[in-house]
């Protein structure tokens, strides 16, 4: 049985792209292996035509008041939650991520950032008056938006990415063209039609399928002026070289190697908590995670005796079961990847406390399963220790003094997320403010709401996702100096 043709959504239109001779891109179920649809990449065409309809659209929408914008994604918001399980079923479906989160997370958090933006648009001063020393001039800034802006999307949480990316960039005015991953498309196209029916005008928001041709294709078009990606460090190096040609504004989520501290003085329960919810919740396919746990040296047996018993306990199957909590990676590459750096921390020395296997029982014989897999005895040099896996892979480390565990957490290019665990919160919050990382947790890990600006440092990316900060990436200011006095001139 032949499945379905993706369709973008370019100007407000569903169309199959315009190059008839691109190889089609099939969607894969990854616990199964079906074929859940296939669609024609877009090419230059239809990245024009999308350019073309969100010029059109822009003007439009760029003329509408940040109230009347907002009203518009808080309908998109409402439209979103009535369908939560049927959008939950795509992202499990796509990324074969368990239906118990998707049914709770995915949508929701989606929903709730199109509420949040959407809230903010009847009380958002785009606008400041400067005070001025001379009494006859005076000065004001606004914020404009910058105008087309390109999204693209990492495959681990297809809808969430999307609406992150478009509801403050459209609440600021700007229209967007985005391209999820390759792998993950589909929630992104129901994004669009949600968005039209809660009144959007044509354009405003379209949605381009395509592998990383596309994603280069939209970043190479002289008429955009600003790129977000979600997805990998080498990706996110590729995207502001290329985006320095037209010199657009950049915008970079990238991937981490976060640490997570638990001091003597935690409660122990909560920390394998944190440990566990920052490494094996997706699979360990979040970019936040916590991979490097350092345990202080007192408390590390009983640690490693209660992550084991929990860590053991987490049910893989079918993602669509309302009972697994464990799905499979993404592909057959992501697979090879995880199953190597296993090998890899086995190979140079780390103590193996549990998993490290590949899973086959008891789970759909298309998917491919890692056991959630826990390293003791990591020293900072081992390569799990320092690269993203992106998988359900956990390196345990110990730690003596607080400044020594400071100093090891920092030793890393990434600065994307980090975690304390301590019963004394002056100790953690002088901890995290010595940590060098965007987004930190004190005695939790991994929760980000709307209202709190998320993002990286260093080679973690720039910008801000959520919160008011979002708004500062998606606007420029423009200065405006206003003389009342006849105005004098030398010449
Ligand atoms: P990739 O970097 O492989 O891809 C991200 C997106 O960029 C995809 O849509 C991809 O297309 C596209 N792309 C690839 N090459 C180019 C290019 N040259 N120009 C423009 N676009 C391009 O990441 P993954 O999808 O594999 O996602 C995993 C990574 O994302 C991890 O490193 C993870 O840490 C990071 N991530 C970061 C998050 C954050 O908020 N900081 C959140 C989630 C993930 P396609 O895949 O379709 O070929």
New binding site residues.
């Given amino acids: 049985m032949s499945t379905p043709t993706l369709l973008h959504r370019i100007g407000g239109k569903a169309v199959p792209g315009e190059d008839t001779a691109a190889t089609l891109?099939p969607v894969v179920n990854p616990a199964t292996g079906a074929e859940l649809g296939t669609f024609r990449p877009a090419g230059p065409a239809d990245i024009d035509a999308a350019v073309e309809a969100a010029a059109a659209g822009r003007r439009l929408w760029a003329a509408t008041t940040p109230a009347e914008r907002g009203k518009v994604l808080t309908t998109a918001a409402g439209l979103l939650r009535a369908r939560n399980d049927e959008l939950a079923l795509i992202d499990t479906r796509d990324t074969g991520r368990p239906i118990q989160e998707t049914t709770v997370v995915d949508v929701t958090s989606a929903a709730d950032c199109l509420d949040y933006f959407g809230g903010l648009g009847a009380s958002l001063e785009l606008a400041e008056d400067v005070p001025l020393p001379d009494g006859t001039m005076s000065a004001y800034t606004r914020r404009e938006p910058l105008g087309i802006c390109a999204g693209?999307?990492?495959?681990?949480?297809p809808l969430q990415?999307a609406a992150?990316k478009a509801a403050p960039a459209l609440l600021c005015g700007n229209a967007m063209i985005f391209?999820?991953?390759?792998?993950?498309?589909r929630s992104a196209l129901l994004l669009a039609d949600v968005l039209a029916e809660a009144g959007l005008p044509d354009g405003v928001f379209s949605v381009v399928l395509?592998?990383?041709?596309?994603?280069?294709?939209?970043?190479d078009h002289p008429d955009i002026a600003k790129?977000s990606?979600?997805?990998?460090?080498?990706?996110?190096s590729?995207?502001m070289a290329?985006a320095a040609a037209t010199l657009k504004v950049v915008s970079?989520?990238?991937?981490?190697k976060s640490p997570i501290i638990v001091c003597e003085d935690a409660d122990l329960d909560d920390a394998v908590s944190g440990a566990i919810l920052g490494n094996f919740y997706s699979s360990g396919?979040?970019?936040?995670?916590g991979t490097r746990v350092f345990v202080h040296e007192s408390v590390v047996e009983p640690f490693l005796d209660r992550l084991r018993e929990r860590a053991s306990r987490i049910v893989a199957g079918d993602p669509e079961d309302p009972a697994t909590e464990l799905g499979p990676l993404?592909s057959q590459a992501?697979f090879a990847k995880v199953t190597d750096y296993i090998a890899t921390g086995v190979g140079e020395g780390a103590r193996l406390v549990c998993g490290g296997d590949v899973i086959t029982d008891g789970v759909p014989a298309g998917g491919r399963y890692v056991a959630p897999t826990v390293f003791a005895d990591c020293t900072d040099d081992m390569t799990i220790v320092r690269e993203?896996i992106?998988g359900p892979v956990m390196s345990v480390l110990t730690f003596a003094a607080d400044d020594e565990a400071v100093t090891r957490a920092n030793a890393t290019p990434f600065g994307?997320s980090a975690g304390v665990f301590s019963a004394d919160l002056d100790r953690a919050r002088g901890l995290v403010a010595r940590l060098e990382a965007g987004t930190c947790w004190i005695n939790t890990y991994n929760v980000t709401p709307v209202e709190v600006p998320?993002?990286?440092v260093k080679r973690?990316?720039f910008g801000r996702?959520n919160g008011r900060a979002a708004i500062d990436h998606y606007t420029y200011v423009k200065s405006v100096i206003v003389e009342t006095a006849p105005l004098e001139s030398p010449y």
């Fill in positions: 891109i693209i999307g990492a495959w681990n949480y990415i992150w391209k999820p991953s390759e792998l993950t498309p395509g592998a990383g041709a596309t994603g280069a294709a939209l970043i790129v990606l979600t997805g990998s460090v080498p990706t996110g590729a995207v290329a970079l989520e990238l991937g981490g396919q979040i970019c936040s995670n993404i992501q993203e992106f994307l998320f993002g990286g973690s990316g996702e």
